[in-house]
């Protein structure tokens, strides 16, 4: 038996490690390790609740504005503030294109090297990846000319004797099947993309003032104001300028990012039975069709689903979240076996793992500074599988639709979706899906402002003096990684307690106290390694989850040095 480390995963946000067993080929065990320490929980305590926004906002770089908005649904929350519907409309703007934009990154500058063999792109013929790119989309860059033009500039890199931005791979590794013009392809469009979302995301400029973290946000609703006649608010100029830019996304999603995930993806359909891990998956909902955010009312529907099983849905109740720390480096005043809610959930770090330089983890015992969250004792998968999943079972046609012309462009059954390749697939779909319904609320803001409906802040509830003595409440969000759930309890208008559990808490936690693993260690499961010095297939597994360790977890050496790297024994 072969034991592994992997530390830093790259091509990630944040710093995980993993570590796995290999027998005969095949992963026996895996734990997943955050190696950075967060405390924003603790930064908030005794702070105006209004505030509470602008720090969460900085839990994550990446993410940006979802930390933001959960926090002020939290807060909204405990005070019993009711946000206007313009509100809600530009929460739903910013975070939808967040979520286009951030899969189309993933995709393309996180994952798709661990598919694409750059190097092999040099052999490419440029006439044959023009006639494979025209034959799966009509997007106009598809020439020959175009395509030597970006094998010359790739050629350009290696022969510097330095890849640039393609120096990190495996390149030349067997488990690499894309033919040379596939790669070349892909070359292409990650480029493509980097100049793409530049682009796109003005929207977070135009709507929240900047980006990363926009600062717009307000409890009670949102700064971004409105008029029509004002050339410095959002005003009829503006609106066009967002629907240019929502219908350039459009087609970047349904011309280029579908259709590369299906092209991809048919050369890979051994994933499609590798990497399905728990089974078992979550997602609270979200993006109601009224202020009041109702489960009846969301766009992307909650649930829950375990073993596999989509003929039977089950509601959420957040009162069924808590967390253990029974392998993470934190003391409960309970005991380590106790799994607290979050509404008493307690942040008490104690750091008991080994000092650098070593070899492994003492995965017996504590090992990881994320937490293992479970919902109703169940470890839970959440993120876009999870979502997709749960609105092709409730019936949505507008997930069902592009679900099933995607397992059919593929040649696979809706079984494939519980896997690696799944987790790829369910992504570009829901990047589609966002992209289709961006236009929709964007014209509900115009016909509102058309109507003279400017509101855009509930003022009466801004202060304290208005406000219960004491409150608890919950803000939750279905960011890109997944389900986001911010909890706050207020009283006598400070923060006495916050508690943050993010989609990567949810994936990457390490075992809970009866020793069930979380999703990144299950999923890691029966995963193929053909060599465990260059053991790309479980980055394949680990990166189709997306992962976000900022969020989860923050410190790391002030020296930057790197504490280990793949080591095999």
Known sequence: MTRIAIDPITRIEGHLRIEVEVQDGVVTDAWSSGTMFRGIEMILRDRDPRDAWVFAQRICGVCTTVHALASVRSVE?????????????????????????????????????DWVDVTSALKADPGKTSTLAQSISTWPKSSRTYFKGVQDRLSAFVNTGQLGLFANGYWGHPAYK?????????????????????????????????????????????????????????NADRLSLLAQLI???????????????????????????????????????DYGTDVHNLPSTFFLPGGLILQHDLS????????????????????????????????????????????????????????????????????????????????????KSYVQQPVDSVLKALGVDVTALFSTLGRVAARAVEAQVMANQLPNWLAQLEENMGRGDLTIHDTAHWDPSTWPSEGFGWGFHEAPRGSLGHWVHVKDGKIANYQAVVPTTWNAGPRDASGQRGAYESSLIGTPVANPEQPVEILRTVHSFDPCLACAVHVMDPKGKEYANIRVV
Not at 199 to 221: C, E
């Open 178 to 234: 894309l033919p040379p013009e596939a790669n070349l392809l892909g070359v292409a469009h990650y480029l493509e993309a980097l100049d793409w979302q530049r682009d796109f995301i003005r929207i977070h400029a135009i709507l929240g003032g900047k980006n990363p973290h926009p600062q717009s946000y307000l409890v009670g609703g949102m700064a971004t104001a409105l008029n029509p006649d004002n050339e410095s608010t959002i």
């Open 247 to 285: 219908q350039r996304g459009q087609d970047f999603v349904s011309q280029v990012y579908v259709p590369d995930v299906i092209a991809i993806g048919s050369f890979y359909k051994d994933w499609a039975k590798i990497g399905a891990g728990l089974g078992n998956y979550m997602a609270y909902g």
């Open 312 to 395: 039977t849905i089950q509601p959420v109740d957040q009162q069924k979240v808590a967390e253990y720390v029974a392998h993470s480096w934190y003391d409960y005043n309970e005991g380590d076996q106790a799994a607290l809610h979050p509404w008493k959930g307690e942040t008490q770090p104690n750091f008991t793992g080994p000092q650098p330089p070593f070899e492994f983890l003492d995965t017996n015992n504590k090992y990881s500074w994320l937490k293992a969250p479970r919902y109703d004792g169940h470890a839970v998968e959440v993120g876009p599988l999870a979502r997709m999943l749960l609105a092709y079972a409730q019936g």
């Open 77 to 113: 929350s405990a005070l019993n503030i009711t946000i206007p519907d313009n509100a809600r409309l530009i929460r739903d703007l910013i975070a939808g294109s967040l979520l286009v934009q951030d899969h189309v990154i993933h995709f393309y500058h996180l994952h798709a090297l």
